[in-house]
């Protein structure tokens, strides 16, 4: 990996945390990559990024409203998708 592109659990941690905290978000994180059939979420690959984001959906539907979830998503995959934070 380049050094200017950052991991995926990395993006999508600091995305999650602004809107339920760090330790929610890596927590969230860890139990979702595993749904993905991720080894760990340090493992989670582009390719499991479309499993995840379906994944995540639903509680994050709940948790932060149904427009937040979609915005928050939608700059994951782009953020993943661009390799950067």
């Known amino acids: 990996m380049p ?3 950052a991991k995926i659990a990395d993006i999508v941690i600091g995305k999650l945390a602004v ?3 760090p330790n929610v ?3 969230a994180l860890r139990t979702f990559a595993k ?21 995540m959906r639903p509680i ?3 948790m ?6 979609d915005a928050v ?5 782009r953020a ?4 950067v934070p």
């Open 3 to 5: 050094a200017n592109e």
């Open 19 to 21: 809107h339920i905290g």
């Open 25 to 27: 978000a890596k927590m």
């Open 35 to 55: 749904k993905t059939g991720a080894s760990s979420a340090d493992a989670l690959t582009a390719a499991d990024l479309p499993a995840l984001i379906q994944e």
């Open 60 to 62: 994050l539907n709940v």
């Open 64 to 69: 932060i409203g149904r427009m937040p979830a």
């Open 73 to 77: 998503l939608t700059d994951i995959t």
């Open 80 to 83: 993943c998708h661009a390799g």
